[in-house]
């Protein structure tokens, strides 16, 4: 009996995976169509159009677009809230953590500008969608803690205190980082550089370092 008992478990667990894993390879299909389009002007039907997955499929692991959409952005952002924890462990000293993190974002803006764009078109759409809102707020506080650990580390390689609070250093850098992806989608050609440059202030800033 206890036999039996374990091989149902077995199978349940196996069809619990299976049917995570199918989300998740749909939530990643969605992401191009999502990002392309935003949320306002996106259905799962034209999420099925511009995807080999068909509009029942997608209509089957999700219940509308919402769960779609958060599923699919807390999907990108766990491993995007992780984009800068290595060069944080592996910098010996302030300047060049400073280098690496400002050309990552940097590099980031330049690669993922459209998914960025898709993070940031969620988070208006929070202050509406009261069903995705507290997903939004999970995901910007790890995007909050992520730059934190920027920050912190860069005060402790320069040994000088940090003048502001974590909270304020993300406030600030987010909306360093929005500036430049609308300047960039704009056409902007500078826009890449000048957030390098700006992302390497702003952390100068942040411990009062000024450079001559």
């Known amino acids: ?47 099925a159009q511009k995807s080999e997955f068909t509009h029942g499929l ?73 069903s995705f809102r507290e997903d939004v707020v999970d995901i910007d506080a790890r995007r909050e803690r992520m730059i934190a650990n920027v920050v912190v580390r860069y005060a402790e390689l320069a040994e000088s205190p940090l003048l502001i609070s974590e909270s304020m250093a993300y406030a600030t850098f987010d909306g360093l980082f929005q500036r430049a992806l609308l300047l960039h989608h704009s056409g902007a050609a500078d826009a890449v550089e000048g957030l390098r440059r700006d992302a390497a202030a702003l952390l100068d800033l942040t411990i009062g370092r000024h450079r001559g």
């Open 1 to 47: 009996m206890t036999e039996i008992v374990e091989k149902r478990a077995r199978v349940a667990r196996r069809q619990v995976d299976k049917f995570a894993e199918r989300r998740a390879q749909l939530a990643t299909a969605a992401l191009d169509a999502l990002a392309e389009l935003g949320y306002a002007r996106t259905s799962l039907r034209e999420i």
């Open 58 to 130: 997608l209509h089957y692991y999700f219940s509308d677009k919402v769960e779609l959409l958060t599923h699919a952005v807390q999907q990108y952002e766990a491993v995007c809230v992780t984009r800068y924890d290595e060069i944080v462990a592996a910098a010996t000293g302030a300047d060049e953590l400073r280098s690496t993190f400002s050309d990552a974002m940097a590099g980031t803006l330049e690669s993922d500008a459209a998914l960025h764009r898709l993070w940031y078109d969620l988070r208006n759409q929070g202050l509406f969608e009261e």
